[in-house]
């Protein structure tokens, strides 16, 4: 059982580049979230699914995509990378979105 | 303003010592209400889980909702070097598409 599996752990980006951070989790969980930690700011929410097939914008959703096919898989795609998009991303899961989330290691990305 | 607003420490105690950490929140609609304990470099996780008003208690960990006042608290009793962690609390408001808002987090520091 390995819970909420990210990937990469580390990526460093040239500022326009695009990438996918990969987030899968075998728990049978319906609910999953991506979430940017800052220094001071704590965790923001950026895009949260419910399902597969329904996602919807968190608190800080400009420059970033998600899809949800499978109810395993939840990806982050940033479109046009941005220094002000450094930071740390947690991807998490639940089995209801009130009950507390599983969360994952971490991708921590640098933009230049 | 914040919807959730919590010091950011760093708060640093004798080992033994009983540790306070708090949050206010504004949103008089937040029901569920929990505490995330996060080491260096990790994702957070779960550590204690409230709905509504009252406490709960877990080992040596005890956490208060006090909904009149919009405050939260979890209190540490027996503190020990390994609980150097930052906590983060974090709540919502309950509907079946919920999103979880974080605080800051608290950095504490246990010295032997």
């Known amino acids: 059982n390995a819970g909420v599996t990210q990937t990469p752990k580390f990526q460093v980006l040239k500022t326009g580049q695009s990438m996918t951070l990969q987030c899968a989790q075998d728990m049978n969980h319906e609910y999953m979230s991506w979430y940017r930690q800052d220094p001071g700011m704590g965790l923001r929410l950026i895009h949260y699914?419910?399902?597969?097939?329904?996602?919807d914008q968190g608190e800080v959703p400009n420059g970033y995509n998600v899809s949800r096919s499978t109810t395993e898989d939840f990806p982050l795609r940033l479109l046009s990378a941005a220094p002000s998009q450094t930071s740390v991303y947690f991807c998490?899961?639940?089995?209801?979105?009130?009950?507390?989330?599983?969360f994952g290691s971490g991708t921590r990305l640098t933009v230049v | 303003q914040k919807e959730v607003e919590q010091d950011p420490g760093p708060l640093s105690v004798p080992e033994g010592a009983i540790v306070s950490l708090n949050c206010t929140y504004s949103n008089s609609a937040f029901q569920y209400f929990m505490w995330y304990r996060q080491y260096s470099r990790k994702g957070p996780e779960l550590l204690m889980y409230?709905?509504?008003?009252g406490n709960k208690e877990d080992g040596r960990f005890t956490a208060q909702v006090d909904k009149s006042s919009k405050y939260i608290s979890l209190f540490i009793r027996d503190s020990q070097p390994s609980d150097s962690a930052t906590y983060l609390c974090?709540?919502?408001?309950?509907?079946?598409?919920?999103?979880?808002?974080f605080g800051s987090g608290t950095r504490l520091s246990i010295r032997p």
């Open positions: 998490a899961s639940s089995y209801g979105g009130d009950y507390g989330y599983t």
């Open positions: 974090a709540m919502s408001a309950g509907s079946s598409a919920s999103k979880i808002i």
């Open positions: 699914s419910v399902g597969a097939g329904i996602t």
């Open positions: 409230t709905y509504s008003s």
